[in-house]
């Protein structure tokens, strides 16, 4: 019968030495914020509220880290001049 | 050094002794005192460990599993709706393997909004892989805090304690207040195999598959097994040390009982009154208090009761379509075995009800004389 083996070697706990920045969840994204940076005014609004921390300011504008943002569009939201809009995946 | 102690106060020098590093907690009755006097002690400078205010109970145990993942001792104290919203951390907690100490004074839930003693919050918390122990006195529930440590930190598994509201959170009784030297010696600090460290950064609990998840999960229920007998372990190095034995449960007149009253916490303590008025009485009466919950203690009770025996289960909770909590798992645990006890089940008390003497002799006579129902709970109402 297939039962589970049991041993002395069931781990306790799971362990990770790997950084969840190897996790790209960029891939996830269906949705992409993009910049237009005539109309920011440097107010990292997109920066405080971005959940995955992947927005960093960069001479007093917003750098988003597209490898790991899930578009999940906050930042856009949140934006009081609409310098960050939303555009589909793969738009140009 | 006997003190008179309400039983929050008994549980919280509990923790005290026990030298708990890390407390975070949220107020509500009938918990409150036992986190109230921890922070006045902090403040006071006779509690050497850090009392973290928060904002619900949820943060509190997630500030513990933060805590205890750094390798410090936790301790926190809740009730009722308290523990209902900390249930999701509670999973976090066993999962991640931390022998964090919480007590829980039984409280009702709402609604409708009740504040008197009822079991059914700790038990809807049975599946989240805690161990649960249930005190009869407050005694008890001071000696079952630094036990629990012990217990907790050998399994690698969290432990709540339990004590009934009002009827001993706030009831005073004389207790036998160990030194911080006997203390010591009984429960050595704890080290923690794994913990946070900037210096090896490390990911904890991160996403695991099925195949990893079922075989932690196995793990996890080895350990939790194991606590039946570490639970025995601890109680009788607490008994050497102290001179107050402690097991999985408390047997009282039992040996040649023709029918038990079987039940937890305070209820115990009354049920050996009932019991010794019945014997009086030329009845042949006993009680078994179960004292561990989780994991329970089938392999104990398969070995105190037995075929011929009726036991009257005592249950001040209910799980909603289905019966008295402690009844349903003493059922489950008899099951299947050759040679069984009868199992009746009564529920009463939901709520605060008092549970007195007379209404628990009732209970016994009417399962000893064969007019209890195996199929359906009686549902009991002291009109007294």
Partial sequence: MPRLKIDENLPVVHVSDRSTLENLTGSWRTMAPRLRPEKCTG????????????????DGRPVIDM???????????????????MVEEGAR | MRKVLMGNHAATLGAVLARAQVVAAYPITPATQVVELIAEMEAKGEFSGRFMRIESEHSAMAALLGAASAGARCFTATSSQGLAYMHELLHWVSGARLPIVMVDVNRALAAPWNLWTDQTDSLSQRDTGWIQLYCATNQEVLDTVLQAYKIAERVQLPAMVVLDGFTLSHVYEPVDVPTQEQADAFLPPWDAPRRLDPAA???????????????????????????EDETERAGAEFGREFGRDYGVIETYRTADADTVLLTSGAVGSTAKQAVDELREAGRKAGVVRVRLFRPFPAKTLRRVLRQGQ??????????????????????????????????????????????????????????????????????MEDPR
């Fill in chain 2, 201 to 227: 950064p490390a990911g904890f609990g991160a996403m695991e598959g099925p195949k990893g998840y079922m075989r932690l999960r196995k793990r996890l229920a080895l350990d939790m097994e194991r606590a």
């Fill in chain 2, 310 to 379: 009726k036991v009257a289960v005592v249950d001040r909770n209910y799980s909603q379509g289905q019966q008295g909590i402690f009844c349903e798992e003493l059922k489950a645990a008899m099951y299947g075995l050759p040679e069984r006890p009868e199992i009746y089940g009564y529920v009463a008390g939901l709520g605060g009800g008092d549970i007195t003497v007379e209404l628990l002799k009732e209970i016994w006579l009417e399962t000893d004389s064969g007019k209890a129902s195996a199929l359906e709970p009686a549902w």
């Fill in chain 1, 67 to 85: 490898d790991h943002c899930k578009g999940c569009g906050i930042c856009v939201a949140e934006c009081p001049p609409k310098c960050l809009i």
């Fill in chain 1, 43 to 58: 107010c990292m609004l997109c920066w405080k509220y971005c959940p995955d921390a992947c927005i960093e300011m960069i």
